[in-house]
Protein backbone atom coordinates (compact mmCIF):
# COMPACT_ATOMS: atom_id res chain seq x y z
CA UNK A 1 0.00 0.00 0.00
CA UNK A 2 1.31 3.95 -0.95
CA UNK A 3 0.06 6.67 0.59
CA UNK A 4 -0.04 9.65 -2.21
CA UNK A 5 -2.14 11.81 0.46
CA UNK A 6 -2.68 11.97 3.72
CA UNK A 7 -5.29 9.50 4.46
CA UNK A 8 -5.40 8.41 1.01
CA UNK A 9 -3.54 5.06 0.13
CA UNK A 10 -3.58 3.16 -3.18
CA UNK A 11 -2.98 -0.38 -2.62
CA UNK A 12 -4.05 -4.38 -3.82
CA UNK A 13 -7.24 -6.33 -3.11
CA UNK A 14 -4.47 -8.14 -1.21
CA UNK A 15 -4.36 -5.72 1.29
CA UNK A 16 -7.80 -5.42 2.18
CA UNK A 17 -7.53 -8.21 4.83
CA UNK A 18 -5.06 -6.34 6.83
CA UNK A 19 -6.75 -3.42 7.44
CA UNK A 20 -8.99 -2.34 10.43
CA UNK A 21 -12.57 -0.54 9.32
CA UNK A 22 -12.93 0.84 12.38
CA UNK A 23 -10.11 3.44 11.49
CA UNK A 24 -10.31 2.87 7.54
CA UNK A 25 -12.67 2.87 4.64
CA UNK A 26 -12.41 0.93 1.55
CA UNK A 27 -12.80 1.74 -1.96
CA UNK A 28 -12.44 -1.01 -4.32
CA UNK A 29 -12.57 -0.79 -8.24
CA UNK A 30 -12.19 -4.24 -9.56
CA UNK A 31 -14.29 -6.96 -10.11
CA UNK A 32 -12.39 -9.88 -8.07
CA UNK A 33 -13.05 -8.32 -4.47
CA UNK A 34 -16.74 -7.43 -5.95
CA UNK A 35 -17.26 -11.11 -6.35
CA UNK A 36 -15.51 -12.43 -3.20
CA UNK A 37 -17.70 -9.39 -1.61
CA UNK A 38 -20.84 -10.84 -2.86
CA UNK A 39 -19.87 -14.90 -2.87
CA UNK A 40 -20.48 -15.07 -6.22
CA UNK A 41 -19.04 -17.06 -9.07
CA UNK A 42 -19.86 -14.78 -11.52
CA UNK A 43 -21.84 -11.32 -11.29
CA UNK A 44 -25.60 -11.61 -11.81
CA UNK A 45 -26.30 -9.08 -14.02
CA UNK A 46 -29.96 -8.52 -12.09
CA UNK A 47 -28.79 -8.23 -8.87
CA UNK A 48 -28.90 -4.05 -7.63
CA UNK A 49 -24.81 -4.81 -6.79
CA UNK A 50 -23.81 -5.63 -9.96
CA UNK A 51 -22.03 -2.76 -10.40
CA UNK A 52 -22.07 -0.65 -7.87
CA UNK A 53 -22.49 -1.71 -3.99
CA UNK A 54 -23.62 0.78 -1.60
CA UNK A 55 -24.85 -1.31 0.99
CA UNK A 56 -22.04 -0.74 4.37
CA UNK A 57 -20.78 2.20 5.77
CA UNK A 58 -16.96 0.94 5.63
CA UNK A 59 -17.04 0.08 1.95
CA UNK A 60 -17.54 0.96 -1.71
CA UNK A 61 -17.02 -1.69 -4.39
CA UNK A 62 -17.14 -1.27 -8.17
CA UNK A 63 -17.22 -4.37 -10.30
CA UNK A 64 -14.89 -2.93 -12.72
CA UNK A 65 -12.90 -5.20 -15.33
CA UNK A 66 -9.73 -3.57 -16.23
CA UNK A 67 -10.26 -3.09 -20.19
CA UNK A 68 -11.86 -0.80 -23.06
CA UNK A 69 -12.88 2.88 -22.05
CA UNK A 70 -16.87 1.26 -22.87
CA UNK A 71 -16.68 -0.55 -19.67
CA UNK A 72 -16.27 2.11 -17.37
CA UNK A 73 -19.58 3.50 -18.75
CA UNK A 74 -21.99 0.63 -18.33
CA UNK A 75 -25.48 1.81 -18.37
CA UNK A 76 -24.20 4.88 -19.71
CA UNK A 77 -23.89 5.64 -15.40
CA UNK A 78 -19.75 5.91 -15.61
CA UNK A 79 -19.20 9.65 -14.98
CA UNK A 80 -22.03 9.29 -11.98
CA UNK A 81 -20.55 6.03 -10.53
CA UNK A 82 -16.81 7.99 -10.45
CA UNK A 83 -18.45 10.83 -8.74
CA UNK A 84 -19.92 8.59 -6.12
CA UNK A 85 -16.78 6.93 -5.42
CA UNK A 86 -14.95 10.54 -5.05
CA UNK A 87 -17.44 11.85 -2.96
CA UNK A 88 -17.21 8.91 -0.78
CA UNK A 89 -13.59 9.40 -0.66
CA UNK A 90 -14.04 13.20 0.33
CA UNK A 91 -17.05 12.46 3.07
CA UNK A 92 -14.34 9.83 5.25
CA UNK A 93 -11.70 10.91 4.24
CA UNK A 94 -11.60 13.63 7.31
CA UNK A 95 -12.13 10.88 10.20
CA UNK A 96 -10.66 7.66 8.40
CA UNK A 97 -7.72 6.32 6.58
CA UNK A 98 -9.42 5.23 2.94
CA UNK A 99 -7.90 2.19 0.78
CA UNK A 100 -8.28 2.60 -2.77
CA UNK A 101 -7.94 -0.52 -4.55
CA UNK A 102 -7.91 -2.72 -7.47
CA UNK A 103 -6.39 -6.09 -8.56
CA UNK A 104 -2.45 -4.79 -9.21
CA UNK A 105 -2.94 -0.99 -8.14
CA UNK A 106 -1.28 -0.22 -11.52
CA UNK A 107 -4.74 1.33 -13.50
CA UNK A 108 -8.23 1.32 -11.72
CA UNK A 109 -7.05 2.15 -8.06
CA UNK A 110 -4.83 5.00 -8.64
CA UNK A 111 -6.76 6.53 -11.25
CA UNK A 112 -9.34 6.84 -8.24
CA UNK A 113 -7.23 8.67 -6.24
CA UNK A 114 -5.80 10.61 -9.38
CA UNK A 115 -9.56 12.01 -9.54
CA UNK A 116 -9.62 12.32 -6.01
CA UNK A 117 -6.33 14.74 -5.69
CA UNK A 118 -7.40 16.64 -8.97
CA UNK A 119 -10.93 17.15 -8.57
CA UNK A 120 -11.18 17.39 -4.83
CA UNK A 121 -7.97 18.62 -3.14
CA UNK A 122 -6.49 20.05 -6.28
CA UNK A 123 -3.01 19.45 -5.48
CA UNK A 124 -2.74 18.44 -9.04
CA UNK A 125 -3.83 19.95 -12.69
CA UNK A 126 -7.48 19.74 -13.12
CA UNK A 127 -7.18 21.13 -16.30
CA UNK A 128 -6.87 17.97 -18.17
CA UNK A 129 -6.80 14.42 -17.47
CA UNK A 130 -3.15 14.30 -19.45
CA UNK A 131 -1.56 17.27 -17.31
CA UNK A 132 -3.43 15.17 -14.49
CA UNK A 133 -2.01 12.29 -15.22
CA UNK A 134 1.45 13.81 -15.66
CA UNK A 135 1.73 15.13 -12.07
CA UNK A 136 0.37 11.91 -10.68
CA UNK A 137 2.73 9.88 -12.24
CA UNK A 138 5.58 11.98 -9.68
CA UNK A 139 3.22 10.94 -7.27
CA UNK A 140 2.93 7.11 -7.89
CA UNK A 141 5.28 6.26 -10.52
CA UNK A 142 3.34 2.62 -10.80
CA UNK A 143 0.63 4.38 -12.58
CA UNK A 144 0.06 2.88 -15.76
CA UNK A 145 -3.58 3.47 -17.08
CA UNK A 146 -5.39 0.58 -19.83
CA UNK A 147 -8.88 1.83 -21.11
CA UNK A 148 -9.61 3.99 -17.89
CA UNK A 149 -7.52 6.69 -19.48
CA UNK A 150 -9.38 6.90 -22.76
CA UNK A 151 -12.67 7.02 -20.31
CA UNK A 152 -11.06 9.92 -18.50
CA UNK A 153 -9.99 11.76 -21.54
CA UNK A 154 -13.34 11.59 -22.94
CA UNK A 155 -15.30 12.64 -19.93
CA UNK A 156 -12.63 14.89 -18.12
CA UNK A 157 -14.86 18.07 -17.83
CA UNK A 158 -18.31 15.83 -16.47
CA UNK A 159 -16.54 14.36 -13.46
Same mark, same amino acid.
Given at each position: ???????? /??????????????????? &?????????????????????? =?????? /???????????????? =?? /??????? +????????????I?? =? &????????????????????????? +???? &??????? +??????? =?? +??????????????W???
Open positions: MIKVHPNL /YIGTIHEIGGIDFAQWRLV &NVAKTYHLTLHRWNKPIKTHPC =YVLCEE /YPHLLSMNWVDGPAHY =YD /YEGKGVE +RIKKLLEFIHTNPT =Y &NILVTCDQALSRSPSVALLYLAKYV +RVIR &NTTYAAA +RYEFTRL =YS +RYQPSGIADFLTAHDEI
